[in-house]
C-alpha cells in the first residue's frame, strides 16, 4: 500500500507516486505558481538519495514562508534573507544533516544578499534552492532585484527603468566567481524537458553536499502568474520567452569534483 491508499494489481511496479518527503496537504500557493513544482522535485530528490531522516529545511519569508509545512523532515523558519546564516550555524554544529535553504529572490537577492555572498564565499557545505520569479509574490508585486528592465510591476507601473533603479542581478553568475562554490547551476520549470534537467540538477547539488565539496546552489525560473497578471498557460511561455534570454539555462560553475558524482 503507498502513502496515497493505492495498492497496485499483482504483477505491477509502481513508477510514480507522491514523495515520502512532501506532505499530503493542500498548499496555499496561487493556481499555476511554480512553487509546488519545485518543492516535489525537491522532495524527490530527498527520498531518492535517502535523505528524509537528515534532512533540514530552512524556510526563508516570502510566498514559501510556510515551506516548513509542506515536506516531511525537519525544518525551521529564518528571519527575512538570513536563511543562510541560519543554515550555516545549523550545519556547523551538525555536520552530518542535509542543510537546504529554499529562497525566493526578494529574500535571497534583496535583503538577504549579503548573507548568501558570504555563505558562497566561505564554501559553507549547504545547499540553496533559489526561486527567481522576477517579482516580489508575497507582498504584492512589486519590483524585485531580478526584475527584468521594462517589467511592469506594481512600484514601476511604467516598466523597470534601469537608468534610475539599475540593472537586474545575475545571481548564478555572480556567486560563481566565488572560490567557494562548488556547484552554481540556472535551470527552469517552463516545460517538462527543463523540468526534468531541474530534477537532477537538485539531485547533484545534494550530492555535493553530502560529499563536502562545499557551496552548491540551484537557480530555478519560475512562474508568478497573479502577480505578473498573466494566465498560468501563458506565464509559461512568459518565462521562456522573456526570461531565459536574460536568465541563461545552465551551468555557471561545476567543479571538477563534482562531474564524477
Known amino acids: ?8 494489481p499483482e504483477g505491477m511496479e509502481v513508477v510514480y507516486q507522491h514523495p515520502e518527503s ?4 493542500h498548499t496555499h500557493y496561487c493556481p499555476g505558481c511554480t512553487h509546488g513544482v519545485a518543492h516535489r522535485l525537491l522532495a524527490e530528490a530527498i527520498d531518492e538519495l535517502g535523505l528524509r531522516e537528515k534532512t533540514i529545511l530552512v524556510a526563508p519569508v516570502g510566498c514559501s514562508v510556510f515551506a516548513y509545512n509542506y515536506f516531511e523532515t525537519d525544518a525551521c523558519e529564518a528571519a527575512h534573507g538570513r536563511a543562510p546564516a541560519m543554515a550555516t550555524g545549523i550545519k556547523r554544529v551538525n ?11 526578494g529574500d535571497l537577492a534583496s535583503i538577504g544578499i549579503a548573507e548568501i555572498i558570504h555563505t558562497a ?3 559553507e557545505n549547504i545547499t540553496t534552492i533559489f526561486i527567481n520569479n522576477a517579482i ?29 533603479v539599475g540593472f537586474p542581478l545575475r545571481v548564478s553568475e555572480m556567486l560563481a566567481g ?19 534537467k531541474a530534477k537532477k540538477a537538485i539531485l547533484t547539488a545534494l550530492k555535493v553536499q553530502m560529499n563536502g565539496l562545499g557551496f552548491s546552489m540551484v537557480e530555478l525560473l519560475s512562474s508568478c502568474p497573479t502577480n505578473w497578471g498573466i494566465p498560468p498557460t501563458e506565464a509559461m511561455e512568459w518565462i521562456e520567452e522573456h526570461m531565459v534570454p536574460y ?9 571538477d569534483a563534482v562531474k564524477s558524482l
Open 1 to 8: 500500500m503507498t502513502m496515497t491508499g493505492f495498492a497496485p
Open 22 to 25: 512532501l506532505a499530503s496537504v
Open 95 to 105: 555536520p552530518d544533516n542535509i542543510v537546504v535553504t529554499y529562497q525566493g529572490d
Open 121 to 123: 564565499a566561505r564554501g
Open 136 to 164: 516580489y509574490g508575497m507582498t504584492g508585486g512589486q519590483m524585485a532585484p531580478t526584475t527584468l528592465p521594462g517589467q511592469r510591476t506594481t512600484t514601476s507601473p511604467r516598466g523597470r527603468d534601469v537608468e534610475t
Open 178 to 196: 566565488m572560490t567557494g562554490s562548488a556547484y552554481i547551476v540556472r535551470r527552469s520549470l517552463h516545460d517538462v524537458k527543463n523540468i526534468r
Open 247 to 255: 536568465y541563461p539555462i545552465g551551468d555557471y560553475k561545476v567543479l
